[in-house]
């Protein structure tokens, strides 16, 4: 499996924006994508996904606030966070959809198949 890195998570003001990176160390060039967040005292959340073909998604907690986006040559996946609520606060992670943890799964993020370091978003 592809190695994949979360970064530029901080604490960030309601209302104010990050941007988060993942990075691969293998091709994701076939590989549909997607963000999971992981809130302190909450079951893991799908967040967005950006197919290989460019479609995306996006939980209807985060549409019209978040941007998913990809760039295969420089093997990154990103996730814009706008008008960021408390209610975002938690840790992020990206992951092969194919390998994240199914609908209806209701347990932790990480419980559940193999996943990169995460980072924390803290939204005040």
């Known amino acids: 499996h592809v190695q994949l890195v979360e970064s530029g998570g901080g604490s960030v003001q309601a209302g104010g924006s990050r941007r988060l990176t993942c990075t691969a160390f293998?091709?994701?060039?076939?590989?549909?994508m997607g963000w999971y967040r992981q809130p302190p005292d909450n079951e893991c959340e799908f967040i967005s996904s950006?197919?290989?073909?460019?479609?995306?998604d996006y939980s209807d907690s985060v549409k019209g606030r978040f941007t998913i986006s990809r760039d295969n040559g420089k093997k990154t996946v990103w996730l814009q966070m706008n008008a960021l609520e408390a209610t975002d606060t938690g840790v992020y992670y990206c992951?092969?959809?194919?390998?994240?943890?199914?609908?209806?799964?209701?347990?932790?993020?990480?419980?559940?198949?193999?996943w990169g370091p995460g980072t924390q978003v803290t939204v005040s």
């Open positions: 950006i197919r290989s073909d460019g479609r995306t």
């Open positions: 293998g091709s994701i060039d076939a590989s549909d």
């Open positions: 992951a092969a959809t194919a390998i994240a943890p199914p609908k209806g799964y209701g347990g932790r993020c990480t419980d559940n198949g193999q």
